[in-house]
């Protein structure tokens, strides 16, 4: 699950050779800035942890350590954003999703999303889900997130919404399980609308 820039993005929870298939680094200029999108490597990780913890978005060393092995093993794909010459944020691309139905179909998930405070609404998150759609699209035609129900994620909703993602028609899941009629769940973060986006999806819009 992702929240929107505005967030604090927290989700519920390759091999060499591919990691270098990977679009290279992109450089854009939002509002007349800077920006650079590239692959997480190696070094990033001390970079990450201080970074991330420095602007109150809490990660432990071993699970950004964890994120650049499960990079070099094809499972993740991590993004980084460096606007200014500044950590700005980061996100990632599971090819195994944490929702069973999306590991049923094969549908790769956008996962762990953040911008920094201080950088948001640049056009920054934007920037990070135009690169992960590219990749998911190239490698699997199609891309899955979560979200969730409450206002914390409303900016989340409606950025979803407006870039053509839509329900996957199977209701609302509670830690990855279908939420039953009648049942009666706790709103918090692993309450999530899971939602789908195809290529062509957001030109039909």
Not at 130 to 137: H, K, P, S, T, Y
Not at 141 to 170: E, F, S
Request: net charge negative.
């Amino acid at each position: 699950m992702v929240r929107s820039e505005a967030d604090s993005h927290h989700a519920p929870s390759h091999s060499r050779k591919e990691l270098r298939e990977v679009p290279e680094a992109k450089e854009m200029n939002p509002m007349e800035s800077q920006l650079i999108i590239r692959r997480m490597t190696r070094d990033d990780v001390e970079m990450l942890y201080r970074e991330l913890n420095g602007h109150g978005i809490g990660n432990t060393y071993d699970k950004i350590e964890r994120c650049w092995q499960e990079n070099v093993l094809e499972q993740r794909i991590t993004l980084v954003a460096i606007h200014e010459n500044a950590f700005a944020g980061w996100l990632h691309l599971l090819s195994r999703s944490h929702y069973p139905p999306f590991v049923d179909e094969g549908i790769p998930e956008i996962n762990n999303f953040d911008v920094v405070p201080a950088k948001r609404r640049l056009g920054i998150g934007s920037a990070l889900m135009d690169a992960v759609e590219a990749i998911a699209f190239d490698k699997h035609g199609i891309v899955g997130i979560g979200v969730g129900l409450y206002h914390d994620y409303g900016n989340a909703q409606r950025l979803y919404a407006k870039r053509g993602y839509i329900p996957d028609g199977r209701g609302i899941s509670d830690h990855g399980k279908p939420v039953e009629p009648g049942s009666y769940v706790q709103v918090g973060h692993e309450l999530v609308l899971w939602l789908t986006k195809e290529p062509a999806r957001e030109q039909r819009v």
